[in-house]
């Protein structure tokens, strides 16, 4: 957690710093704890949805909005190649969803 600015807890601090560093970005891709909850949230997908609807039900849980349709049509490929655990990591990692507009 301290690649992405996790407080100390023994520290008192009016305001937490904010920082994006490419080591952030690589504890996303690669860390094994966020790997493991990508899996996680692909198989309550899995087990929830019915046959054909994974990636509405992925953007519905992840972003909170329905795909467009290109949304849906590259996203179910990449899942149908690289499994659905990859295309929420993907999800994961995209920008709609790590930055507040």
Same mark, same amino acid.
């Given at each position: 957690m301290?690649?992405?600015?996790?407080p100390?807890g023994?520290?008192?601090?009016?305001v937490?710093?904010?920082?994006?560093?490419?080591?952030?970005a690589?504890?996303l891709?690669?860390?094994p704890?966020?790997?493991r909850?990508?899996?996680h949230? %692909?198989?309550?997908?899995?087990?929830e949805t019915?046959?054909?609807?994974? @990636?509405? /039900?992925?953007?519905? #849980?992840? $972003?909170?909005?329905?795909?467009?349709?290109?949304?849906?049509?590259?996203?179910a490929i990449? %899942?149908?190649?690289?499994?659905?655990?990859?295309?929420?990591?993907?999800? @994961?990692? /995209?920008?709609?969803? #790590?930055? $507040?507009?």
């Open positions: 301290d690649a992405l600015d996790s100390d023994g520290a008192l601090t009016p937490r710093s904010e920082s994006t560093t490419a080591i952030q690589f504890a891709l690669n860390n704890f966020v790997i909850q990508c899996e949230i %692909a198989a309550r997908i899995q087990a019915p046959e054909g609807m994974a @990636v509405d /039900s992925l953007f519905q #849980l992840l $972003l909170q909005r329905s795909p467009t349709t290109n949304e849906r049509a590259r996203v990449y %899942a149908r190649d690289h499994g659905l655990a990859n295309a929420v990591q993907v999800i @994961v990692n /995209s920008n709609e969803f #790590l930055h $507040l507009d």
